[in-house]
């Protein structure tokens, strides 16, 4: 495997299940990041993790729980979802440093196609 | 808060034709800028970015931006379209400074490209 992957590619849910995104990047990056892509609107960063702490959490409902168990794999926990959060959802890393300053290219996955019925 | 704005959600141009897909951003400092491309069931590929130095940044599949400061703009151009260049394109700013590097996309824009 290349690149990031991610699992699985669609996933169709009852607002009661639970179930898990997985994300695994084979780059040795030091950042993971989680993207909510809805049509029509742009994408959403949902949470950074910077070696495997995360750093961001742009308000994102408690349904949500990620998990960085190392630098390489990245979780998204989903339970008790809403139909609206029906969308793509997106991993990306990069590697991350201080030279770099923000200038750091993100390198995506091919995203999870999520419906909440 | 900075943000990023593409005009036109859709664009579709002929197969030869310029291909011109605008963004403008909101920083007064100007920040790193990237273009997107996302072909249908895949992630995003980085097309190019600018950090510093020369305005032309040239990037993948013959695509370049130029970055204008006075216009606060950075738009993407190809002189001759391919039909394999449809796709959604998405330009994203990240703020300078420190380790951040978390980007803001704009709302995409699609090319379709005419036989």
């Known amino acids: 495997e290349t690149g990031v992957t991610q699992t699985p590619r669609h996933l169709v849910m009852g607002m009661t299940n639970k179930k898990s995104l997985k994300c695994e990047q084979h780059?040795?990056?030091?950042?993971m990041y989680w993207y909510k892509q809805s049509a029509k609107k742009p994408l959403e960063l949902m949470f950074v993790y910077n070696f495997k702490e995360q750093t961001e959490n742009n308000s994102v409902p408690s349904r949500f729980s990620p998990e960085c168990p190392n630098s390489s794999h990245l979780f998204l926990h989903l339970h008790t979802l809403q139909p609206e959060d029906s969308a793509l959802y997106l991993c990306?890393?990069?590697?991350?440093?201080?030279?770099?300053?923000?200038?750091?290219?993100?390198?995506f996955g091919p995203g999870t196609r999520l419906t909440v019925l | 808060a900075q943000s990023v704005t593409q005009l036109g959600s859709h664009v579709s141009v002929s197969e030869g034709a310029l291909v011109l897909l605008r963004c403008n951003y909101s920083?007064?400092?100007?920040?790193?800028l990237f273009w997107y491309v996302q072909y249908p069931n895949q992630g995003l590929q980085l097309l190019l970015k600018y950090t510093t130095g020369a305005t032309l940044v040239k990037g993948i599949n013959g695509f370049e931006a130029e970055f204008k400061k006075s216009e606060t703009s950075f738009h993407l151009t190809k002189p001759s379209a391919h039909m394999s260049d449809a796709a959604e394109y998405f330009c994203?700013?990240?703020?300078?400074?420190?380790?951040?590097?978390?980007?803001?996309f704009g709302k995409g824009t699609k090319l379709s490209v005419k036989p």
């Open positions: 990306a890393s990069s590697q991350r440093s201080v030279a770099s300053g923000g200038a750091d290219t993100q390198y």
């Open positions: 920083s007064s400092v100007p920040p790193y």
């Open positions: 780059l040795g990056h030091n950042a």
């Open positions: 994203a700013v990240s703020d300078r400074g420190g380790s951040q590097g978390n980007l803001i």
